[in-house]
């Protein structure tokens, strides 16, 4: 009997065989996740449970790439992308291979994606708030979100990225970008049963922008209980909170506590608050906080010389560049550290790393 060429079992078996996505160094060598060069350690799953996980991703990847030649070849029966998966095959490891040194973000994001999509009727929508330093990878992480929630990633009709200094820069037109908001959120809703709204700089955004997002927050009732309930994430991106978040972390290291023992309860109680007392924001003021729209807000902690060796080697991979150890200390040693005395992290984070790698192009 002749193979079904629709068939993904194939493809299936193929992948079973590849190496897991960024295991791979110059030279052919096989090289440690994230997870080993920080912990030693093969993780918290056993082999079995891990197993199982590559086995379901793999199935799930390899029914996403069929969709997507078959939309190619036969448009007619195409499903739009505006449907993504309950389980996104890839986010978590996305999340564990190429996201260095967030623990707690890797932990919460992939949590409240997966819990929210599994929802069968969401009365509200996911609301994030991604806190912390410039280049600790919030854009990261908002990037990854939407390229496992939809094919065409951050250019799918069905994600909009608003940056407050950008899109929305005078103050004295904001009944203008309110309405502007409020119908660009309108129509994508109406044209996808699945969205994700991301707002950087969030915490430039005027009060009367983010008193017109409560509407999309707030707990919905909803008008058929037999409907589909249309789904909507928010992501907020904010530095605000990045100090509080280091000096947490610089002084529990320094009391002997290793990066991966920080926890949500060292750090929720005085994020939230000095978000609620910041004055040169109106953020933590707005109806979005004070009435605990935000379901979670996540901390992106300061990364250290070793997570910018990590974001090195990935440019040089996302590249296909040869590298040395030598290069990546190189380009670790570029960066500047901080605290002055202590110089544990790198003030801009792995931001600009991808540029540096030009110096060590032949």
């Known amino acids: 009997m002749p193979r079904d060429p629709r068939s993904p079992l194939w493809l299936l078996l193929l992948l079973l065989l ?21 912990a030693g350690s093969a993780g918290s799953w056993s082999a079995f449970q891990g197993l199982r996980e590559q086995l379901r991703a793999a199935g799930a990847l390899c029914r996403r790439y069929w969709a997507l030649f078959s939309c190619r070849v036969w448009p007619e029966g195409c499903r739009q ?29 992939l949590t409240a994606a997966r819990g929210y999509l599994e929802l069968p009727q969401p009365d509200k929508a996911l609301a994030l708030s991604f806190h912390g330093w410039s280049g600790t990878g919030k854009n990261f992480v908002a990037r990854m979100l ?3 929630l939809y094919r065409d990633g951050l250019r799918s009709d069905c994600v909009k990225v608003f940056v407050a200094t950008l899109h929305f820069p005078h ?3 904001v009944d203008l970008y309110q309405e502007q908001l409020a119908g660009q ?3 994508t809703q109406e044209h996808c049963h699945q969205t994700l709204f991301i707002l950087d700089e ?11 997002l409560r509407p999309h927050l707030e707990h919905q009732a909803p008008e058929n209980p037999k409907a589909k309930s249309p789904r909507t994430i928010f992501l907020f991106l904010s530095n605000l909170g990045g100090n509080i978040i280091n000096e947490v972390v610089l002084n529990l290291l320094k009391a002997g506590w290793s ?42 902690l300061p ?18 560049l040869l590298y040395t150890e030598e290069a990546l200390d190189e380009i670790a040693k570029m960066m500047v550290y901080v605290p002055k005395e202590e110089q544990l992290f790198s003030s801009q984070g792995c931001k600009s790393v991808s540029q540096r790698i030009n110096y060590f192009m032949p």
């Open 18 to 38: 590849l190496p897991p996505p960024g295991t791979w160094g110059d030279g052919g060598r096989a090289r440690p996740t994230e997870g080993a060069e920080e």
């Open 81 to 109: 992308d505006e449907e993504p998966p309950a389980r996104p095959p890839g986010l978590e490891a996305d999340l564990r291979v190429r996201l260095h040194g967030q623990h707690l973000a890797r932990e919460l994001v």
């Open 146 to 148: 939407a390229e496992n």
């Open 171 to 173: 103050h004295k037109y």
């Open 185 to 187: 959120i309108r129509k």
């Open 202 to 212: 969030a915490e430039k955004l005027h009060p009367g922008l983010l008193e017109a």
């Open 259 to 300: 990066r991966e023992e920080i926890g949500m309860e060292h750090l929720e109680p005085q994020l939230q608050a000095g978000i609620v007392e910041a004055t040169d924001s109106g953020f933590g003021h707005s109806c979005l906080v004070k009435e605990n729209l935000i379901d979670f807000f996540i901390p992106f």
């Open 303 to 320: 990364l250290e010389y070793r997570h910018v060796r990590l974001c090195a080697r990935d440019a040089f991979l996302s590249q296909e």
